[in-house]
């Protein structure tokens, strides 16, 4: 059980343009997910919190005009990176929570690395 | 600020040997504490919780909790080299869990 999936496992996109990633969690029902971002040989970086049905919360620096939550549903939550730029190459990683014998563990997908060229 | 400390390493052990790997929290509201597993280009990977005071053990792994002190530890019996990896440690009281920087474990065959 607590199996979350990512889709694409890799994208590269031209500068510019939007970018879609998929969280879904399969066997459970996530009340919260996670968008997390990681460069290389650096530790994760929350970026935003979303709950289902409410706007997503975003940690400080993080752009909320640029970096798209929408948590449809208890399984599904997306991220779209917009008009991208090279600075945005990283590895997205979200993450689950809801199901366990705490509601504060975490289940992590396994991750989308972006390239933008 | 809530925080978590790790020790980045790395921290370099023989095969079989035991690997103890260190964390303290500034937050004492604190309840849970977990810690993952993180190979390299990889996403993390849940391997222990732990809620209460005392130790936990679950298979190779035994977690530690000390509230008083603010401290966690996760020991890895038997240490082998496909544990290479980064360990992650975190926590939370009502929040997002707040992860340490990890630390980066090498065992070596």
């Known amino acids: 059980g607590a199996v979350v999936s990512q889709h694409p496992s890799r994208v590269i996109c031209k500068s510019g343009t939007s970018v879609k990633i998929e969280c879904r969690s399969l066997?459970?029902?996530?009340?919260?997910m996670f968008w997390y971002r990681q460069f290389p040989k650096q530790s994760l970086m929350l970026m935003a919190t979303?709950?289902?049905?409410?706007?997503?919360?975003?940690e400080q620096g993080v752009e909320k005009d640029k970096f798209l939550i929408n948590h449809a549903s208890l399984t599904l939550s997306t991220l779209t990176v917009t008009s991208a730029h090279p600075e945005d190459s990283s590895f997205y990683i979200c993450?689950?929570?809801?199901?366990?014998?705490?509601?504060?563990?975490?289940?992590f997908g396994p991750g989308t690395r972006l390239t933008v060229t | 600020q809530k925080e978590v400390e790790q020790n980045s390493g790395p921290l370099s052990v023989p095969e079989g040997a035991i690997a103890s790997l260190n964390c303290t929290y500034s937050?004492?509201?604190?309840?849970?504490f977990f810690w993952y597993r993180q190979y390299s280009g990889k996403s993390p990977e849940l391997i222990m919780s732990?809620?209460?005071?005392g130790d936990k053990e679950d298979g190779r792994f035994t977690a530690q909790l000390n509230k008083a002190s603010q401290y966690v530890s996760l020991l890895i019996r038997d240490s082998q080299p496909s544990d290479s990896a980064t360990y992650l440690c975190?926590?939370?009281?009502?929040?997002?869990?707040?992860f340490g920087k990890g630390t980066r474990l090498s065992v070596i065959a």
């Open positions: 937050d004492r509201g604190s309840q849970s």
């Open positions: 975190a926590g939370t009281g009502n929040t997002p869990l707040v």
């Open positions: 732990i809620y209460s005071n």
């Open positions: 993450s689950a929570q809801g199901n366990g014998s705490s509601i504060y563990e975490q289940y």
């Open positions: 979303s709950n289902e049905g409410s706007k997503a919360t975003y």
């Open positions: 066997d459970f029902q996530a009340t919260t």
